[in-house]
C-alpha cells in the first residue's frame, strides 16, 4: 500500500479503552522512528508517543501512565494502547514514521497515515 493505515478508532465512554494500529506502507524502513500525533478541534497537532527502531520510546506529559506505545516488526505495524481515556483525548490520530524521531513532526521527512477518529463521551 501507498500509504499507511490506522484503525482502531470509535466512540468510547471515558474510563474505557482503544487499541490504534497502523499498518505501514510498502516504503516503510524497519530501522525508522514511528508515532503516533493527533489533532484535536481548536488545538495544535501534537504528538502523542513516538518509538525508536531499537525500542526507547517517549510519551507526552498528558498521556504517560495511560498511553503504550509498541510495534512489530516483523509484521510493519504500530501500536497504541490507549487506557483510562478522557474527553480530552479526542481527536484524529496519525500514524507517522521518520528516519529520525526527531523527524517525525516535519512533513518533508516524514510519512504519514490518514487517521483515525477517537471520540471519548463522559
Known amino acids: 500500500q501507498e500509504r499507511h493505515v490506522e484503525s482502531g478508532g470509535g466512540s468510547v465512554q471515558a474510563g474505557g479503552s482503544l487499541r490504534l494500529s497502523c499498518e505501514t506502507s510498502k516504503y516503510f524502513v524497519t530501522t525508522h522512528c514511528m508515532g503516533w500525533f493527533r489533532q484535536s478541534p481548536g488545538k495544535d497537532r501534537e504528538e502523542v508517543a513516538h518509538?525508536?527502531?531499537?525500542?526507547?520510546?517517549k510519551y507526552a506529559d498528558a498521556v504517560k501512565g495511560r498511553f503504550t506505545i509498541s510495534r512489530d516488526n516483523a509484521k510493519r505495524t504500530l501500536y497504541l494502547q490507549m487506557n483510562n481515556l478522557k474527553p480530552e483525548d479526542t481527536g484524529m490520530y496519525y500514524c507517522?514514521?521518520?528516519?529520525?524521531?526527531?523527524?517525525?513532526?516535519?512533513?518533508?521527512?516524514?510519512?504519514w497515515g490518514q487517521g483515525t477518529q477517537v471520540t471519548v463521551f463522559s
Open positions: 518509538i525508536d527502531s531499537d525500542g526507547p520510546t
Open positions: 507517522v514514521t521518520s528516519a529520525d524521531c526527531g523527524w517525525l513532526n516535519l512533513p518533508v521527512h516524514s510519512s
